[in-house]
């Protein structure tokens, strides 16, 4: 009897497929939605890698033509209508405000220091946000990924228990099928919380890192400014 049980779940598919197919509605719903979170945390990985290698060099092409040289207001007139990058915007937003509290005869209206540094804070804090959108759904893939993976073993595993009592049988013939399931959906759970959490630090390293760059040019040019000021 137990040899016929074994030959029959030896027999049985066991594949991916086969397995998702089987399984009750809840559980493949389950299944859907970890494969979706997983292709989505692997997207925003790819966006992010492409947008931040391209930030990182326009800050560096930005960094050597600012010290190059050149008059600021020359090389305003140049980047204001267009920023194409962070740091550009940054240094236009500072700069605009600069320019604004000249007065007609020259002057410049009191409290200019503060207003620039608080342009080029508010410019900081829009690509702050720019940088890490998307990785808010990296931290909760990796925080509930595995929850919803033990969700679809319960209900595996439950339905397995309800086989078994109805029929009567605690083959293995009977039992394997919803445990694989089960096992399936916590694979399938795992599979999209560790990459994400992986992901989401490295990601957000190199958003902090682009951030400090950005902060550093701002405290650089205000102290450039404030030279004038003195």
Same mark, same amino acid.
């Given at each position: 009897?137990?040899?016929?049980?074994?030959?029959? $779940?030896?027999?049985?598919?066991?594949?991916?497929?086969?397995?998702? =197919? !089987?399984?009750?509605?809840?559980?493949?719903?389950?299944?859907? @939605?970890?494969? $979706?979170?997983? %292709?989505?945390?692997?997207?925003?990985? =790819?966006?992010?890698?492409?947008?931040?290698?391209?930030?990182?060099? *326009?800050?560096?092409?930005?960094?050597?033509? =600012?010290?190059?040289?050149?008059?600021?207001?020359?090389?305003?007139?140049? %980047?204001?209508?267009?920023? !194409? +990058?962070? +740091?550009?915007?940054?240094?236009?937003? @500072?700069?605009?405000?600069?320019?604004? +509290?000249? !007065?007609?005869?020259?002057?410049?209206?009191? @409290?200019?220091?503060? !207003?620039?540094?608080?342009?080029?804070?508010?410019?900081?804090?829009?690509? *702050?946000?720019?940088?890490?959108?998307?990785?808010?759904?990296?931290?909760?893939?990796?925080?509930?990924?595995?929850? %919803?993976?033990? =969700? @679809?073993?319960?209900?595996?595993?439950?339905?397995?228990?309800?086989?078994?009592?109805?029929?009567? *049988?605690?083959?293995? /013939?009977? %039992? $394997?099928?919803?445990?694989?399931?089960?096992?399936?959906?916590?694979?399938?759970?795992?599979?999209?919380?560790?990459? /994400?959490?992986?992901?989401?630090?490295?990601?957000?390293?190199?958003? *902090?890192?682009?951030?400090?760059?950005?902060?550093?040019?701002?405290?650089?040019?205000?102290?450039?400014?404030?030279?004038?000021?003195?």
């Amino acid at each position: 009897m137990e040899a016929d049980a074994l030959a029959a $779940a030896q027999a049985a598919d066991f594949s991916f497929i086969a397995l998702f =197919f !089987r399984a009750t509605f809840i559980v493949k719903l389950v299944m859907i @939605g970890l494969l $979706a979170a997983s %292709v989505w945390v692997w997207a925003i990985y =790819f966006n992010k890698f492409r947008m931040y290698r391209r930030a990182k060099a *326009n800050a560096a092409a930005f960094d050597q033509a =600012f010290w190059s040289g050149e008059p600021l207001d020359e090389f305003y007139d140049q %980047v204001a209508e267009a920023p !194409r +990058s962070a +740091s550009e915007r940054v240094f236009v937003a @500072g700069m605009t405000e600069w320019r604004r +509290s000249i !007065r007609d005869d020259g002057a410049l209206i009191p @409290g200019v220091q503060q !207003r620039v540094d608080r342009s080029m804070d508010v410019a900081i804090a829009r690509e *702050n946000e720019r940088l890490t959108s998307g990785l808010g759904f990296l931290a909760t893939t990796g925080a509930t990924a595995p929850f %919803v993976g033990l =969700f @679809g073993t319960v209900w595996g595993i439950m339905r397995s228990f309800q086989e078994i009592a109805v029929s009567g *049988n605690t083959s293995l /013939a009977v %039992v $394997a099928p919803g445990i694989a399931e089960a096992l399936l959906a916590t694979g399938l759970g795992l599979l999209a919380a560790i990459p /994400a959490v992986i992901l989401y630090n490295t990601l957000s390293g190199q958003a *902090n890192r682009l951030i400090q760059i950005y902060e550093g040019f701002a405290d650089e040019f205000s102290t450039l400014l404030s030279r004038q000021l003195d």
